[in-house]
């Protein structure tokens, strides 16, 4: 089992509320990624990040925004949520030497 | 551009037979191969890779995969499938090129083992 957690699991939330989702990993991993995936569908990168202070946007669009300040942590936010943004959110990481990326249980947003 | 094919949505196989599961790719160079699978309401776990070596590579739960570097595939195997099999499964390619280390994703097949 990897050790790669996201909080929360499940979370409604109203539009317009500002949400952050959390990822955290203790690998020690310096690459880190956030894909959005509709439940049963296929995964779309949305961002990712190489290392500390360096994120980049991912293939698909994305109104949300990350940030890299330790190495284990990788948060992902939207400042104003809409119903659009309904969707899982999958987080991943992968290191120095490892070539697999290891997956977080994801969390599903609802926007009401 | 780069991509990941998985031609089939869904496949059916009846329990105690074998299964396949098909993904070819584009990527330039000699990429790394992977399979995930997803239960529902779930993160992707990894079940194999391959790198370089022996063409057939084993994993996890008795799977296995076949990589064909002439038809660049690299199909997904199980001698004997179950019940608890049904999922879905993602190939996905890490193109080995300097300073990139994104992965490309197969859009999923749906495997359904029938009782």
């Known amino acids: 089992e990897a050790d790669i957690y996201q909080t929360p699991r499940y979370l409604v939330i109203g539009t317009g509320k500002k949400i952050t989702l959390e990822c955290s990993q203790t690998m020690g991993h310096d690459k880190m990624y956030w894909y959005q995936q509709d439940p049963g569908m296929e995964l779309h990168l949305i961002h990712y990040?190489?290392?500390?202070?360096?994120?980049e946007k991912g293939d698909l669009s994305s109104e949300s925004t990350v940030s890299r300040i330790r190495t284990e942590h990788f948060p992902l936010t939207l400042e104003s949520a809409r119903p659009s943004h309904t969707s899982q959110y999958l987080c991943?990481?992968?290191?120095?030497?490892?070539?697999?990326?290891?997956f977080g249980q994801g969390t599903r947003l609802t926007v009401v | 551009a780069q991509s990941v094919a998985q031609p089939e949505d869904q496949v059916n196989v009846a329990e105690g037979n074998p299964l396949t599961v098909k993904c070819t790719y584009s990527v330039s160079g000699n990429p790394y191969l992977f399979w995930y699978v997803q239960y529902p309401n779930r993160g992707l776990q990894f079940l194999l890779k391959y790198i370089t070596g022996d063409n057939l590579v084993k994993g996890s739960y008795g799977f296995e995969a076949e990589f064909n570097k002439s038809q660049t595939s690299f199909h997904l195997k199980k001698p004997s499938a179950l019940v608890s099999d049904s999922a879905l499964y993602f190939c996905a390619v890490r193109p080995v090129t300097s300073g990139t280390y994104k992965y490309i994703f197969g859009t999923g097949t749906r495997l359904k083992v029938l009782a």
């Open positions: 991943a990481s992968s290191g120095q030497g490892n070539t697999e990326a290891f």
């Open positions: 990040s190489y290392g500390v202070n360096s994120t």
